[in-house]
C-alpha cells in the first residue's frame, strides 16, 4: 500500500488482553487517509529545538487520538522518569491510579538497562544496534514513552500502543477525517494504561514493538504495512519477548494473506501480524539471518521489492513468489515434523507452532467447492489413508487462473522421508490433476498447497476461488477412440476403455468449438460387458463447424482422462 509523504497514519499494535477480550486496529484506515499542510504560522504544539533536560516534574500537554469519537484530544501529563534514552511522562489522570513509581521505574530499566535477551542491554540498544538511530525531531536525543488511557471503541476494544509519524511533522494539518491535527513534534511512543493493569511486563513487548516503527519510519516512511508490522514483531522477538498471541492466531487462521492486510477483520487481524512475523523469522533463518532483517528495514525500497532487493545486496537473491512457495511448505509441514525428515529449507531453526492444514480428509470420495484464496495466502488440503488395503488416490484442482497460482505436494512415505514437489496447471482453465498409485502402500500421506502469488502491486488484492476432488483408488491408463458414425453424418462418438477389468466412475466430455463450449461436462454412458468397461459419448455437430478445430477433453471430476483436437 503506497501514500503520500505527508499521509497521515498510525502503527498501532492491538492485542488480546488476558481476559479474552477483542481488539481494534485502525492502522489501515488511517494509512489511507491524506492530509493538508495548513499554514506554519498557524499555533501547534510548543515547539522543542534543541530542547534541555527536563526536571522531574515537569508538567506539558500532548495531543493524543481518540479512536472511539476518531478525533483529536489535548491531556496533560508529567515528567516522571528520565532515563539514558526514554523520558518517561505519565498522563495525569493515570498517576497514582493504574501507574506508580515502581511500574516506572520497572519500564525505563526495560527500555534502558536489562531484557529477557540480554540482561545487560535494553530495548533501545538491541533495537538501534541492529536497525540504527531513532528520528530525533526534537533534539533531545530521547524517545518519549508517553504512557496514557487510550480511548479505544469500547470495552472490547485494547489498542496496546500506537507510533504517530505525524508527530515527525511541524504545522497544523488538516485530515479529512478527523479534522485539524495537532503535532507533538517529538518521538512519542504512545502505550496504554489500562492494558492488563497493573501487570506493565506487558508493556515492554508493545514498547519494542512501537520502537521499531519509529526506526523504520526514518529509513522508510512509505512501508507497506505488512513488511513493518512483521519487523516491529521480530524486534519484539530480538528482545526476548514472547509472541505466543499471535503466533496462535496465525496457527488458528493460517490461510490469511501476508501482504493483503485492506479485508482484515477483526478475527483475523492478530493472525497478520502472526503470518507477517514469521515471514520475517523464516528470512532470518535461511537469508541471512539478523543482519538481513536489519537490510530490509533500512531499505527505503517498500513491500516486495523492498524485501527482494534486500536480499539481493546480502548475495541472497531469489524471486518472492519461490521465497512465499518454500514458506507456506514451512508453515504446513510443521504438523509433520515428528512424523518425517523434511530438508532444512523447508524448516524453521527456531520452534514455531504447529501450523494444521485448513482441511484433512481420510473418507473418499471428497470434494470441496468454491474454496476463496486470497492473494499470498496459501491453503492446505491433506489426504490420510482411509484403510489399511487403500490402494491408489486420484487427486483434482481447478480454479478460473492459469497462471501465477503456485501448487506445492508433499508426499510422507512410510520410510519417514518427505518428498515435496510442484504439481504445475497444465490447461489455460487452471486445470491440475494428479495419480498417486503408491497412496496407502508406500505413501501414507499427502498434503496438497495452493496459493496465489501476483506480485504485480496494481492486482495484490485480487483472490481467486477453486474447487478440488479426491478419488479412492488409481486412475490407472486410458486408451481413447474418436469415431466418426459410419451411417448418420455429423454424428460422433468418444469411447474410453480404462486398462482396469471393473471400473464404475462417472466421467464428462467437453467439447470447445473456437473458445465456445458446444458441450459442458456431458456425462459419458457406462457400459459394462464381460471382461471390458467402456465410457461412451455420442454427439452431433452441425455441418458449418469445422471438426478440425473442436478440441475435446474428457475428465473425472476436475482429473483429465485425455484431451485432443477432434481430426488430430
Known sequence: MRYTILTFFFLTLTLFSQTGEAFRCGTTFLKQEKVHRRSPEVATAPAQPNAPARPIGFK??????????????????????????CDIYVEDAEWQENINPITVQLIQIAFDEATPADPRRGIYDILTDNFGQPPDVDANQKVILLLLNIRDVGDRHTTVGYFMPLDQERGLLHHPTLGPLHSNEADILYLNTNYRSPNFDALQPVIAHELQHLIHWKHSPREEIWVDEGCADYATFLCGYNLNQHLTAFQNAPHISLTDWSQMSQTHLLAHYGAAFLFMLYLNDHYGGRQTIAAIVKNRLDGIVGVTHSLTARGKPGK?????????????????RTLGTLGKQLMYNTPVPTIKPLF???????????KTLANFAAHAIE????????????FSFATQRNANVDIKVAYLKNTGDILV??????????????????????VQRMMIMPSLQIENQSFSQQSITYNYNAFEGSLGT?????????????????????????VAQAFTVTLTYQ???????????????????????????EPEIETADIEWRIMRAETIIDEGVLEE
Request: hydrophobic letters at 35%; a positive charge; proline letters at 6%.
Open 421 to 442: 514437489e510442484s504439481l504445475p496447471i497444465k490447461t489455460l482453465d487452471g486445470i491440475a490433476s494428479l495419480d498417486i498409485p503408491k497412496f496407502g502402500t508406500s
Open 360 to 370: 484433512s480428509h481420510r473418507a473418499y470420495p471428497v470434494a470441496g467447492k468454491n
Open 320 to 336: 518472492f513468489s519461490d521465497i512465499f512457495a518454500d514458506w507456506k511448505v514451512a508453515n504446513y509441514l510443521s504438523t509433520w
Open 515 to 541: 473458445n465456445r463450449k458446444l458441450y459442458d461436462e456431458e456425462p459419458m454412458v457406462y457400459i459394462q460387458s464381460k471382461n471390458k468397461a467402456v465410457y461412451r459419448y455420442a454427439f452431433h455437430l
Open 60 to 85: 506539558r500537554p500532548f495531543f493524543a487520538i481518540d479512536f472511539a469519537r476518531k478525533q483529536q484530544y489535548t491531556i496533560n501529563a508529567t515528567l516522571r522518569e528520565s532515563g539514558t534514552h
Open 383 to 394: 489426504y490420510k489413508v482411509a484403510t489399511a488395503g487403500q490402494a491408489g488416490l486420484t
Open 478 to 502: 486410458y486408451t481413447t477412440h474418436i469415431l466418426p458414425n459410419p451411417i448418420h453424418p455429423n454424428y460422433w462418438e468418444l469411447i474410453a476403455v480404462p486398462s482396469e477389468t471393473t
